[in-house]
């Protein structure tokens, strides 16, 4: 979605009731920017139909468990948006897109397979389960780094 697309819609929004406002992914830093969108380019592709059982809402809790980083909902919802992904029914609070996870559970052995569902594991990840991904390792340290040198953030508590 281009800058412009994402300010329009945006705009459209702000002439609502809506919460988790998407404008909040502006208040990340260029290296968080960096990390989530990195995270959501590899953890995730488009798919003819709505992934119903995940929401925007979900889809941050997998990048937070993957990452350790801290994201709002609403700025989960921007960048979704500035990677192109438009929402079914963005009158909602909670998010869907036509999309599916790039690593697909079903394609693993059934061994994996119930590896992954007895620890929980999240649906969309960059990775397969098990593998960690060098260049996500690298953003978060950028991330923490950038943190470190006196940043401001937002805490999860």
Sequence with gaps: MSRKDYERLCSELDNTRHKDHPHEYDTLSQEEKEALQYWIEHAIQPAP?????????GLKHDYERETKLYVSHAQFK????????????????????????TYDERRF???????????????????????????????VQKVLASRRSGDTYAVMI
């Design 49 to 57: 139909k709505a992934d119903e059982r995940h929401s925007s809402y």
């Design 78 to 101: 921007g960048a979704m948006l500035i990677a192109g992904y438009q929402p079914i029914e963005k009158g909602e609070q909670s998010w869907h897109f036509n999309i599916q996870p």
């Design 109 to 139: 052995s059934p061994e994996v397979a119930r590896q992954n569902k007895g620890a929980r594991s999240p649906a969309y990840r960059s990775t397969p389960q098990g593998v960690q991904d060098p260049q996500v390792n690298s953003l």
